[in-house]
């Protein structure tokens, strides 16, 4: 039972160790979301209601009954291994997708992460333009994107085109491009609303100055689209540093590579030379 809860759980320990690992994470920064299978783990564990309904300033009609694990506000990542209780928890969104409530979890106190918003707005989001599919959330601070955003002027086509010609993977593993979000209050409804639009065509946002976030239908696809992207950005930051971009990718290169892994890519973005 891929969506258990003790599988989300294990996925999500190995997700935060290796988030931590590769330094995305410092002191608090990052944050996941699971969305569960309502069927398979309420049969599983016995959650107990916690806490009162909170209500959450936005709608998410589309999530209503819907449950979710979620990283604590304020925790570090690298100490839910430790103790997955106190660091994370389950929570569930009543039948309006206003409000929801803590069922296990966040036994030190404090509730799921600030970023809680754009967590669940990408959800709302993925799960209807994947049909059901997505089911997992990474925002992390991943430092090679979040240097790219201080030292370039960069749009959504921009930030796609560099990453697709500075390492190959990319536009395989994110043909549609990256969106570009200019920066917005962390945590607020506005970064939370303007991700959210730009995940209904791309799976993967940069929060200018502050990080990233990425879906996924597990833990592993929304982290490999980071680590990808990731991989680019710092290719193309050592590059610069060791003299400035000779060679690169050419828009012919990646058309090869589009054609031959049959690749549904943003061609406005293909098309144009930065
Ligand atoms: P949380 O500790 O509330 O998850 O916040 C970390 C973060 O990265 C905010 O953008
Ligand atoms: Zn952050």
Known sequence: ???SFPNCLSEIIKTSRDIWSKGWAEANAGNISVRLDPEIF??????????????LGMDFPVL????????????????????????????????S???????????????PTSELLAHLKAHAIRKK????????????????LITLTYALDLDTPRISKLLWEMHAECIVMFPE???????????SSELADATAKGLQRRRIAVWQFHGVVATGRNLDAAFGLIDVAEKAA???????????????????????????????????ILNMEI
């Open 1 to 3: 039972m891929q969506n």
């Open 42 to 55: 309420q049969t599983e564990v016995a959650f107990e209601q916690r806490s009162d309904w909170i209500a």
């Open 64 to 95: 209503a009954g819907e449950c979710f694990l979620v990283s604590g506000r304020g925790k570090y990542l690298r100490n839910i291994e430790l103790s997955p209780e106190k660091n994370i928890g389950v929570i569930e969104l009543d039948n």
């Open 97 to 111: 997708g206003r409000k929801y409530r803590v069922l296990w979890g966040y036994e030190s106190g404090g509730g």
């Open 129 to 144: 333009v994947s049909k059901g599919v997505e089911r997992a959330v990474i925002h992390v601070h991943s430092p090679n």
């Open 177 to 187: 491009g990256v969106e570009f979000v200019l920066w917005m209050l962390p945590g």
């Open 234 to 268: 710092e290719n193309y930051l050592k590059t610069m540093a060791g003299g400035g971009v000779k060679n690169k990718l050419t828009t012919q290169q990646l058309q090869a590579i589009v054609k031959h892994f049959n690749l549904k890519p943003d061609t406005s």
